[in-house]
């Protein structure tokens, strides 16, 4: 399924606010690893705003497609992700 020039662009805009979002909550925490989440800022986006179906409102929901994230020093990109939902 090809998407339109303007999904393409929201996602891209996604992935670099979640940079943002990350590299912000790292410098905050003055801990972290900004570009182990920089480096899957797509990623993210595509999953967490065009294909999966999640919830954050209802994170324990059968309905809720499942996301394991293997690469830990990664994780303030996920809570980015989540706080965008």
Not at 6 to 31: H, P, Y
Not at 48 to 56: A, I, L, P
Request: charge should be neutral.
């Amino acid at each position: 399924m090809a998407l339109s020039k303007e999904v393409i662009q929201q996602l891209e805009d996604m992935a670099n606010q979640l940079r943002i979002d990350s590299i912000e909550s790292t410098n905050a925490a003055k801990s972290g690893h900004p570009t182990s989440c920089a480096s899957i800022a797509e990623l993210m986006s595509v999953l967490f705003f065009h294909t999966m179906k999640y919830s954050v409102k209802e994170p324990k929901s059968a309905a809720n497609d499942r996301f394991i994230l293997s690469k830990g020093h990664a994780a303030p990109i996920l809570y980015a992700a989540w706080a965008q939902n």
